[in-house]
């Protein structure tokens, strides 16, 4: 691991950890846990990308990391998919959609959509992030696809060195 790709991978491990935190709390608006999670997993996705030398910034690099682990048997053993690779090919496919959505959460991507930072729209805003309910965050509580998500999420910040 170079020592960028452990910068990118302390900075986004010390945010997951404030996604699990705020997580806990009964009263966070999910706007704030929604930040957390779009910012950990941008950052994992950039430490990924930045294994060969400097990387453009870009807001869209863990979709493509989840993409690279579906052939990385490293990965795969390291989490507990030795010996099964449909169920982890399984768990990389359902992954992408949302993790797709958590990064369409980043207002550059989309300034004038609904995001966990800005009112919007961004020239008449008339929504704020914290009076909004957010379907990706009820999908990640309330399915069992999402709750496996998260739970593969705190994995891969467990073993990242293994496959970074």
């Known amino acids: 691991m170079t020592e960028a790709q452990r910068l990118f991978l302390a900075q986004a491990r010390s945010d997951f950890a404030v996604f699990e935190l ?29 294994r060969h030398g400097p990387n453009p910034t870009s807001h869209r690099a863990f979709v493509g990391f989840l993409r690279s682990l579906s052939s990385n048997r490293q990965a795969q053993h390291q989490l507990g998919y030795a010996g099964r690779t449909q169920n982890w090919t399984h768990l990389i496919r359902k992954s992408i959609p949302l993790a797709e959505r958590i990064e369409n959460l980043a207002p550059a991507l989309n300034p004038d959509a609904p995001n966990p930072e800005y009112p919007w ?43 970074i």
């Not at 009263?27 to 990308?49: D, I, P």
């Not at 020239?123 to 998500?149: C, M």
Request: aromatic share 14%.
């Open 121 to 163: 729209p961004r020239a008449n805003p008339h929504a704020a992030p914290v009076e909004y309910r957010f379907d990706i965050w009820k999908d990640l509580q309330e399915t069992s696809a999402g709750r496996q998500f998260l739970k593969f999420l705190r994995d891969l910040f467990v073993s990242a060195e293994v496959f």
């Open 22 to 50: 705020l997580r806990r709390q009964r009263n966070v608006s999910a706007c704030h846990l929604l930040h957390y999670l779009q910012m950990s997993t941008e950052l994992f996705g950039k430490a990924r990308a930045w």
